[in-house]
């Protein structure tokens, strides 16, 4: 077997084992916010909004450095210490006494943690330019599989064993992964197209804002994931409200998660191969009007079996957005930047984590449910009109053995 292909087959059991146990906890993560301690239902939404964001805080600044140091350092041991960081932090939430110990927690978790965009730099830099969009889009693929799992193992765990014992099991399964890695994952020889010296972080920030191209798909990144994080926190309580007194609910938030994430696994690697081959404009178009659809059809439904149904939509398509926008971006740029360029690409995705999450509790404190759904739509349906207009197609970008230098031609 190839190397690259090998790597992304070891990175994609990893990051699924990984995003499996991270998901575990999303179905109950508000209500543990209630087990906590806080009673009433306006400071569950907010602190359940602050709760999801807290990762994403101190991660938004240091992804970037990670993406910096993996181009310097190599790739591989970012991915180990942003796995194993992750299981210290898992260990640390789960003696949380109070929901402000929980939110520091959190935070740490950010700062430690990471594995996504370093897995992702990875694959980046060890696979072959024409089969980037592949290679992202099958280990995207990974991530969707964990989300089908994860919730759905999750919500029944917690409604048998309580909340605490799986932030336990979640450190124990990122120590798997990372031991895998550790293992069998063997990173390629570093290019180095620049003999005199490694590029700085700032002059990775300059070289990535003065492309149009680039800062374009930045853009694209974080506003449909920022929509989709609106929703996040608020979706426990949603579900919750359709289904009053159920001893369950832990368990049918979390089946509600999973069926999302299982659409978004079978359709991320078939968007991948769209994109390698189609201009990519009218795939990405189309996926972000059919989950500005889906998010409007949620805001308006009362029932459980339709909310389904709408979630399968979703799941479809978000898996045809963030990989391709991550192969646009990373097709980009120069091989010697992959790393630095993904992770900044990655910090655009952790401040819509961040910046999601916060206002979807904050709006939910003010108003009722359904207008969080309401916001994302608004929010993916704007996007959909950047890409027609603006968004250069993935085809211009195929055989360019420097597209940063091409903006102009672009942009036109």
Known sequence: MELWKRNL?????????TIMGMSLVVPFLPFFVRFLGVESEVQVSRWSGYVFAGPFLFSFFLTPLWG????????????????????????????????????????VQGALSGFIPAALALVATSSPKKYSGYAIGMLSSSSSVGLVIGPLIGGVLADVLGYRAIFILVSALC??????????????????????????????????????????????ILVPQAAFMI?????????????????????????????????????????????????ARLPISIALLTASISFLLQAF?????????????????????????????????????????????????????????????????FLVFEWNFVF???????????????????LDLGGNPNPHTTDVVQDQ
């Open 231 to 279: 929703v996040q926190p608020v979706f426990p309580l949603f579900v919750e409200s359709m289904i009053p007194g159920s001893s369950m609910k832990s368990t049918l938030t979390g089946m509600a998660f999973s069926i999302t994430g299982v659409f978004m696994t079978f359709s991320s690697p078939f968007w991948g191969k769209i994109n390698d081959k189609k201009n």
């Open 9 to 17: 087959f070891v990175l994609w059991i990893a990051q699924f084992i």
């Open 175 to 220: 120590i798997i992964a990372g031991i895998l890695v550790a293992v069998m994952v063997k990173e390629p020889p570093r290019i180095h197209v620049s003999p005199n010296r490694p590029y700085s972080l700032l002059e990775n920030y300059q070289y990535v804002f003065s492309s149009k191209a680039i800062t374009k798909g930045l853009i694209l």
């Open 68 to 107: 910096w140091l993996g181009d310097r350092k190599g790739q591989k041991p970012m991915v180990l210490r942003a796995i194993f960081g992750l299981a210290l932090s898992q260990i640390l939430i789960s003696f949380s006494k109070n929901v402000e110990t929980l939110f520091i927690l959190r935070v």
């Open 376 to 394: 994302a739509s608004i929010l993916t349906l704007s996007a959909v009109l950047f890409v027609s207009r603006f968004l250069p197609s993935l």
């Open 301 to 365: 439904t009362s029932s459980y079996a339709a909310l389904l149904v709408y979630r399968c939509v979703l799941g479809a398509s978000m898996g045809g957005i963030l990989p391709a926008l991550y192969t646009y971006v990373s097709k980009c740029a120069d091989d010697d930047r992959k790393g630095s360029v993904t992770g900044i690409a990655s910090s655009f995705n952790i401040l819509a984590n961040l910046l999601g999450p916060i206002a979807g509790g904050l709006l939910a404190s």
